[in-house]
């Protein structure tokens, strides 16, 4: 079975710094990746995803995954933070062979103004 | 282009009632999920509907939950007994399903479930 860990409950960075969210995954084939946002009170937003292709995948809001196959890893990153994304972040994945699609237990982004 | 509507938003019922809880998908999204997300806690899978196939149950924590989808569209979720552990907010979403492709899911705003 598919499984997700995302190993911070909070990150805190700095406006304009760069931030990562951390996303480890665990399935029996290839995954198909998922990055969502949840702002307070709002409902959960897709952000971006990894199905094949280039390991570097761009999505909403600046925010850009790496997809490594070998740390079976799905980091989300972006290059400079605003204080606007501050919110909750789950990391997502699907195994191939099926459609269900496991979220990780999220982690709080806190940014610093 | 409506979204995805879930019903009641709020719902306070006392320990040992029964509820239920609906969903209605974005029009031609064939695939259908419920997660439960406990205060402070992350997304936990429940059930998954496709199309016209057999329904996944293996996220369902007990037997006092069960999920109904009519074809390719209202799902209503159902708790029976409903006990104080099982307060949470109920998430739907829904996604064009597979056939060949990997599309986002879409998410309603979920109902706020509360047993005293």
């Known amino acids: 079975a598919q499984s997700v860990a995302q190993p911070e409950d909070q990150v805190n960075v700095a406006e304009g710094n760069p931030l990562t969210v951390k996303c480890t995954y665990s399935?029996?084939?290839?995954?198909?990746l998922f990055w969502y946002v949840q702002y307070p009170n709002r409902g959960l937003q897709f952000l971006l995803k990894?199905?094949?292709?280039?390991?570097l995948v761009k999505g909403s809001y600046g925010f850009e995954a790496e997809f490594n196959k070998s740390q079976t890893s799905f980091h989300l990153k972006k290059p400079s933070a605003l204080v606007s994304d501050s919110a909750l972040y789950f990391c997502?994945?699907?195994?191939?062979?099926?459609?269900?699609?496991?979220f990780g237990k999220g982690t709080r982004l806190h940014i610093l103004p | 282009g409506a979204g995805v509507s879930q019903s009641p938003s709020n719902k306070v019922t006392e320990k040992g009632k029964d509820v239920e809880l609906r969903c209605d998908p974005i029009?031609?999204?064939?695939?259908l999920y419920w997660y439960r997300q406990r205060l402070g806690q992350g997304l936990e899978f429940l059930i998954y509907?496709?199309?016209?196939?057999?329904?996944?149950k293996s996220g369902l924590p007990s037997d006092r939950f069960s999920a109904e989808r009519t074809g390719e569209s209202v799902s209503t979720l159902t708790i029976q007994r409903t006990q104080q552990e099982d307060s949470a907010v109920y998430l739907c979403?829904?996604?064009?399903?597979?056939?060949?492709?990997?599309?986002?899911?879409?998410f309603g705003p979920g109902t706020r479930l509360t047993v005293l």
């Open positions: 979403a829904s996604s064009k399903g597979s056939s060949g492709s990997v599309n986002e899911q879409f």
């Open positions: 399935v029996s084939g290839n995954p198909y």
């Open positions: 990894y199905i094949t292709g280039d390991n």
């Open positions: 997502a994945v699907r195994d191939r062979r099926d459609d269900k699609i496991i």
């Open positions: 029009s031609g999204h064939t695939a």
């Open positions: 509907f496709q199309g016209n196939s057999a329904p996944d």
